[in-house]
């Protein structure tokens, strides 16, 4: 199993992506820190992956936008599993409102967590990473192409890209590798709760519509060593949704 042993840590892990990430990585052997801001559906989220025999899973309550919570999620994960090999950056958020009528405090909230909770993970990841570790980014094809009312999102989404080329950069030296995934229109509730969606402003072709398993399978690449050359790279995992003219 390709990350048999492993020390992983996944953010927003109660469910869509994070959950599926979480449990793929642990039916390869890893050993899992499942971070999450909700506690009952993070104690849910682990009881289930437990249930289905993904091993010893460590449920870690975790506002990604408060870095001494940050600090104790690594903490916790390294003193349980006496090390860290893989951090995937899932955790995020996302409001809907024009730019004309958005708050600095509002657009401060979504980037505290989308793009300011990566960097503490990352900051404390490279502290107290084991050579050869990894971290992944959950960005978005937002950073690239966007719609209305989400410019808050899609500001932090393509920052988090920059951060990532950043980060593999410095992490390099240190035997770590840094990249990320952009997901489409994945099959999650972010997507159908997506006001854009609902009204029809943001029109969704079935077909492209993806699975969280989909967006897992791709994290699981990255973090695994048959990705052992990639490099601060930037994956669309969409569906060829951007491609069409």
């Given amino acids: 199993m390709r990350f048999q042993d492993r020390v ?33 559906e993070l104690d849910a989220a682990a009881a289930r992956l437990k ?27 390294c003193d349980r599993f006496g090390g860290l090999d893989i951090v995937v950056n899932n955790a995020g958020l996302m409001i809907f409102k024009p730019l ?34 990894t971290i992944v980014n959950v960005s978005s094809i937002h950073a690239l192409n ?5 410019a808050s999102y899609a500001a932090a989404k393509a920052g988090l890209l920059s951060l990532t080329r950043s980060a593999a950069i410095e992490g ?16 999650t509730p972010m997507l159908w709760e997506n006001p854009n969606v609902k009204s029809g402003a943001e029109r ?27 490099q601060g790279a930037a994956i669309l995992v969409d569906g060829g949704r951007l491609s069409k003219l």
């Fill in 8 to 40: 992983a840590i996944v953010t927003g892990g109660a469910g869509g992506i994070g959950l599926a990430t979480a449990r793929r990585l642990a039916r390869e052997g890893a050993r899992i820190a499942l971070a999450d801001i909700d506690a009952a």
């Fill in 51 to 77: 249930a289905e025999g993904c091993g010893d899973v460590l449920p870690s309550v975790c506002d990604v936008a408060r870095e001494e919570q940050v600090r104790a999620v690594v903490d916790q994960a």
């Fill in 100 to 133: 004309a009528e958005s708050t600095g405090e509002e657009w401060k909230r979504v980037l505290d967590v989308d793009l300011l909770g990566a960097f503490y993970f990352i900051k404390h990841a490279l502290l107290r990473m084991r050579t050869g570790g």
């Fill in 146 to 150: 966007t719609s209305p009312l989400v």
């Fill in 172 to 187: 390099k030296p240190k035997g770590i590798r840094v990249n990320a995934v952009l997901p489409g229109a994945i099959d």
């Fill in 204 to 230: 969704i072709d079935p077909a492209d519509v993806g699975s969280p398993e989909d967006v897992a399978a791709a994290i699981a690449f990255l973090a695994s060593d048959d990705a052992a050359f990639v």
